[in-house]
């Protein structure tokens, strides 16, 4: 059976769908027309995004991967196995674990602020349930970038930030999120991880090697005699050559 094409909304009634876009804190100070112009660009990129993918196959496999970061699930997993399995960069695993749990405290503290309403669209509605109906900004997308920016250079880079933008888009797919939940969401846990990084490097003694057993590494043995023994043995010599041999 063909699917029925989705009606097409009158910019009237885009408008009324966007009231819920426009609440948030920063919103309130955006009024007329440039409010109005943000609200329908937020929901026309959300549209585009939930418009692919919709397969009933590929969304149950984009609802199983979003569910692995609720809370930040997927990351705080991957970074509790390098601190259990990793002992060389122990120090350095938890201080990614430590970005991704403020970033999601961060994002959290945010969303309690703006208190902006999840999107309600008539002809599309949400996929998954949400533990709360607050949508700016996205802790998923946050808790993702905060741990791609902080285990950078303990795994790859690439795959690491792949793997983050998925999670933040599939909260747009399933219908939970804006586009600018998102951006703001990634921005908030980059610069988080980037701090919390920053901040444990400097909490990590000079000369200690993160994570290794043992305590700091002792710096390499200088080649060549000790300090002092040449010139001992050269004025010993010089001593001999003139005594002379005793006859």
């Known amino acids: 059976m063909a699917r029925r094409p989705r009606p097409m909304l009158t910019d009237r009634e885009l408008r009324r769908e966007a009231i819920d876009a426009r609440r948030s804190l920063a919103a309130r100070a955006l ?37 692995t970061g609720e809370h930040g699930a997927l990351w705080l997993a991957i970074g509790g196995a390098g601190v259990a399995l990793d002992g060389r960069r122990r120090e350095r695993w938890a201080i990614g674990v430590a970005a991704v749990a403020a970033a999601y405290v961060a994002n959290t503290t945010v969303k309690q602020v703006a208190r902006r309403p999840r999107p309600q669209l008539r002809d599309l509605p949400p996929l998954v349930p949400t533990p709360t109906q607050l949508s700016f900004p996205s802790s998923h997308a946050a808790s993702s970038f905060a741990a791609a920016t902080a285990y950078s250079g303990l795994l790859p880079r690439g795959p690491l930030f792949a793997t983050a933008g998925a999670m933040a888009l599939s909260r747009v797919h399933l219908g939970v999120h804006y586009p600018t939940d998102i951006l703001v969401g990634a921005t908030l846990g980059a610069v988080t991880g980037r701090l919390v990084r920053g901040l444990g490097s400097l909490i990590v003694a000079p000369g200690h090697e993160p994570g290794a057993r043992g305590g700091p590494i002792p710096p390499p043995a200088a080649a060549g005699p000790a300090p002092g023994a ?18």
Do not use: C
């Open 31 to 67: 009024h007329g027309p440039f409010g109005r112009m943000f609200a329908k660009a937020d929901l026309a990129g959300m549209r585009l995004i939930r418009s692919t993918a919709r397969s009933p196959r590929a969304t149950d496999a984009i609802v199983r991967f979003s569910r």
């Open 230 to 247: 040449g010139a001992s043995a050269t004025g010993a010599q010089d001593s001999t050559t003139t005594e002379g041999p005793t006859r």
